[in-house]
């Protein structure tokens, strides 16, 4: 068997590296490529010379001559998009909407995609699935619940028309139970504090306020064509029901496993054959309850501001990405209350206006950029109002 080629771009955050854990741990299966960071440069060169790909990229032009020193054996490409065309599936763990690139041009290569990078198939949709259609492209999700739907929908054989619902699992995230008065003067620390995943900032900050929710409600509809009113949100503390897909009969399936991410990594990765490494395995007689409850959707106000963009459809995905993009840096600057996280993106949204003429991938990075500058004036005024409060 030859090995499959991956390359990864994002290699130094937390799916890049949990990526590199599935290839050593099946080294005859896998074979690393492709490199790439935005300037995390230390990493990449160690990861380097670790799994001697033949290519790495840095986004940032000012390292590359320093890495090219230090990897005399590997070529440096220009940017992470450029690691696509060597690889049979590319990893993309770019955090947030600088993933677009990488998206567009494995698919346009028809190439598998890894996608963890959920920010460029939300904001992109209308321009990303077309390019499904080349010829061996394939998108096989790493995000936790749209891997266990993928596995799900393999239980049928019409999923377009024997899908009635689909159920995404939420942990609820470190402020499940609480109140939203008691959530004004929480710290960025105690919002990092993820009670079941261990992920970067980010995302993490985006669990805390279900927006991750949200944005995998939106991902859900793109990668698998499911109506919003057939896409439900469920609370399950445990992490251990990745999500599930009711069919019209009445049967629902679930996947289970406990919560490590090198499952759906490995997952895709070896798709549609399955990697031979547990990543841990369920105690049936540990395992003494499954919780399930609905969200408090006043507390945690982005899962339905997600929604509304979701089935606004357009660039209003985009410009709603981008404008949490902006309030998550701002509350982990330790610049925004962690309610006011919804309030300046519900305010960011109605700046919104849709553009008259069919998308392109120049519409949707204008879209991007109008959420930043909408967010960043809601900010302006939110920081005041804050100031003047206390
Ligand atoms: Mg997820």
């Keep these: ?179 939203l008065d008691d959530l004004s003067a929480v710290t960025v620390e105690q919002a990092l504090a993820h009670p079941t995943w261990s992920m970067g900032p980010k995302i993490t900050i985006d669990s805390s306020t279900l927006m991750n929710k949200g944005l995998e409600v939106i991902e859900a509809h793109e990668l698998f064509g499911v109506d919003y009113d057939s896409i439900e949100v469920v609370v399950h503390p445990q992490s251990v029901v990745h999500s599930m897909v009711e069919f019209t009969d009445g049967c629902t399936m679930a996947q289970l496993s406990l919560p490590d991410m090198r499952l759906p990594i490995g997952y895709a990765l070896a798709h549609p054959e399955r990697i031979s490494t547990p990543y841990g395995r369920i105690d049936w007689t540990e395992l003494s309850r499954l919780d399930f409850a609905e969200p408090d959707r006043r507390t945690f106000r982005c899962l339905d501001l997600a929604y509304r963009a979701g089935r606004a459809g357009g660039s209003l995905p985009a410009f709603l990405s981008a404008a949490n993009e902006v309030a998550v840096e701002s509350f982990l600057a330790g610049h925004l209350r962690w309610p006011d996280i919804a309030a300046v993106i519900e305010a960011s949204l109605d700046e919104h206006v849709e553009f008259a003429e069919a998308l392109t991938s120049e519409h949707i990075i204008e879209a991007d950029r109008l959420g930043r500058v909408a967010a960043r004036r809601v900010l302006g005024s939110t920081i005041v109002t804050s100031k003047a409060n206390s």
């Design 1 to 179: 068997m030859n090995a499959v080629r991956v390359s990864i771009a994002g290699s130094s955050g937390s799916i890049g590296t949990q990526t590199l854990d599935v290839v050593r741990a099946e080294p005859d299966r896998f074979r690393v490529v492709g490199l790439g960071v935005s300037s995390s440069i230390d990493v990449l060169i160690a990861q380097a010379i670790e799994f001697r790909p033949e290519f790495v990229a840095v986004a940032d032009p000012a390292h590359r001559a320093e890495v090219a020193a230090a990897l005399p054996f590997a070529t440096v490409v220009d940017s992470m998009a450029d690691l696509t065309e060597f690889a049979d599936v590319v990893v993309n763990a770019v955090v947030g909407f600088a993933g677009l690139p990488v998206t567009l041009r494995t698919l346009a290569a028809g190439k598998r995609l890894a996608l963890a990078n959920k920010e460029s198939l939300i904001a992109a949709g209308p321009v990303v699935q077309p390019l499904r259609a080349t010829p061996g492209a394939e998108i096989v999700p790493v995000d936790s619940e749209h891997c266990a739907v993928h596995q799900c929908l393999r239980a049928t054989v019409r999923d377009g028309v024997e899908v009635s619902r689909i159920v995404l699992t939420a942990s609820g995230g470190p402020f499940r139970g609480r109140t």
